[in-house]
Structures are given as C-alpha cells and as structure tokens.
C-alpha cells in the first residue's frame, strides 16, 4: 500500500527567509502533484512531476522529484505573506488515477 | 474554459438519511475522482470513474457508492448518514492521459446533525 509521509506539519517562517517541505512515498509512481490549499477552499494544482530529475519553478515556489529516493520537495524562496496555506503533496498509483496524499504542511509566513 | 462544477456546495443532513453529490468534470475530462477530507484523516480516496465504470475504489464502507453518466457527470451517494460522514467532498477532474493534472472542483460540505 502506497504511503506518503510529508514534513513539517506546521511551518512557521518570516518574510523573505527559504525553507523546504518534504515529500517521502513508498512505492514505485509514475506521478506526484503538489496542491496548495486555502482555508475553507478547494485545491489548487502548482506542479505535475513526472519523471525522476524533474524540476518545475513557477514564481517563488520550485517543486523537484527524485524517484530512486522516493522524495519530493517543495522550495519556497524569499517567502511572502500571499505564499500562507497548507500545501500537500500527492503520489499517483503506478498507472492509475487515484491519488494518496501527504498530511499537509501548514505554513504561515510572519511579516 | 469552465472548470469542475460541484453541487450543492454545503449540505445538513441529519443522522440516517442519505445524500446525493454531484460533479460535473471539465469539458472533455473522461476521469473523475472522488474525496474525502476531514480534519483527522485528512485527504482520502473514495472511488475513480471512467467511461461510466468504477476502475477505483478506496477503504470505505459500502455505504459509499457512484456512479458516471455517458456525459462524464458523476454523483457519489451516501446512506445511513453517521455523524463521522461530515467532511468537505471533494471531486477531480483529468483527461487520463496518465501524465495529466487533476483538477479540483469547490467541494461539496457536507454536514451530519
């Protein structure tokens, strides 16, 4: 059975400091998604990565898989208020829709 | 291009009746998904749909059931509501071209007195 630990839980940082969430699953996937969401919302869809190398930026936040380590992780760099929710990572089943999550890592960015 | 429609949004129902949620995918999606979130499991599987058939299905009682219509649309139905079935129901979304993202609608909540 897949399973997908993340880390931390809770993230507290100050505007404008970096800081790495992190990813772990346990079987073989051909996918992993990160999400990010808002309290009281739905999720967001930030990156697809499909390949093991693969490395995806978009704004202040940069996504890179490593699938012998079976690890993900999710740079936040000069971190900014408009960046505070929860962010959790999803690991696809090898060949199949279905998505086990991450716990989520709450992050409050602190002016 | 719309993107995945949820009905109703929030819902009260009382212990022992049952629900019926709707999803309507993105245009062209032939993939849906269906989720649970709650405050102590956190994000969890219930069942995939394609092309009118179950391909998927989590751990949960068989109290949880699907269906898909040839237009994509799926409806999730609960029965015998516990109070344990609150939760945010959440559906996705994808082409199922296996590199595709799954798109989220808002999310039907679900409330059990």
């Known amino acids: 059975e897949l399973k997908v630990e993340q880390n931390p839980l809770f993230l507290s940082m100050q505007e404008g400091k970096n800081y790495t969430i992190y990813c772990n699953y346990s079987?073989?996937?051909?996918?992993l998604y990160w999400y990010r969401q808002d309290p009281g919302k739905s999720l967001e869809s930030l990156f697809v990565?499909?390949?093991?190398?693969a490395v995806k930026q978009e704004g202040r936040l940069m996504a890179s898989l490593d699938t012998k380590a079976r690890l993900s992780t999710l740079h936040i760099t000069a971190a900014v208020h408009d960046l505070s929710a929860t962010y959790f990572c999803?690991?696809?089943?090898?060949?199949?829709?279905?998505?086990?999550f991450g716990t989520g890592t709450r992050l409050t960015i602190i002016p | 291009k719309a993107g995945v429609t949820q009905t109703p949004r929030y819902l009260i129902k009382t212990r022992g009746q049952q629900v019926t949620l709707s999803c309507s995918p993105i245009?062209?999606?032939?993939?849906v998904s269906w989720y649970q979130q709650t405050p102590g499991q956190g994000l969890q599987f219930l069942f995939e749909?394609?092309?009118?058939?179950?391909?998927n299905k989590g751990n949960f009682p068989g109290r949880f059931s699907g269906r898909q219509f040839s237009n994509s649309r799926s409806e999730m139905n609960v029965s015998t509501l516990e109070l344990g079935d609150s939760a945010l129901y959440l559906c996705?979304?994808?082409?199922?071209?296996?590199?595709?993202?799954?798109?989220f609608g808002p999310g039907t909540r679900l409330t059990v007195t």
């Open positions: 999803a690991v696809a089943g090898f060949g199949n829709e279905k998505l086990t």
């Open positions: 079987t073989t996937s051909d996918r």
């Open positions: 245009s062209g999606h032939r993939s």
């Open positions: 749909y394609f092309s009118e058939t179950q391909r």
């Open positions: 996705a979304s994808s082409l199922d071209r296996g590199e595709d993202e799954q798109y």
């Open positions: 990565l499909l390949s093991n190398g």
